[in-house]
């Protein structure tokens, strides 16, 4: 194992065999990344729902928004992975949607 891991990809490796290296993540892939292609579009339609006048008026949106997120459409979001990955693998790591 690479001493160069950092302390999350060091567990992950010695617990998950089928880890991928960091060094073989695909570069900036908003595809593979559930927070890009659902969750912020998600919170960024219910915060820009209404004008904000201030900056505590964005953060109270932003917080109620995140907590008003809902488990079910996390865990799709996450299950769409696999089938994500194929996608980039068959587009040869090129956007597929």
Do not use: C
């Amino acid at each position: 194992m690479s001493p160069n891991l950092i302390p999350t990809q060091k567990w992950l490796a010695e617990h998950f065999p089928d880890f991928i290296k960091k060094n073989e993540w695909p570069a900036s892939s908003p595809d593979l990344n559930p927070l890009d292609y659902t969750i912020w579009n998600v919170l960024e339609s219910r915060v820009n729902a209404e004008e904000h006048n201030s900056v505590e008026s964005l953060k109270r949106a932003i917080t109620e928004a995140f907590e008003s997120l809902d488990q079910e459409m996390i865990n799709r979001a996450i299950d769409d992975w696999p089938r994500r990955l194929n996608a980039v693998i068959a587009a040869n790591g090129g956007h597929f949607e």
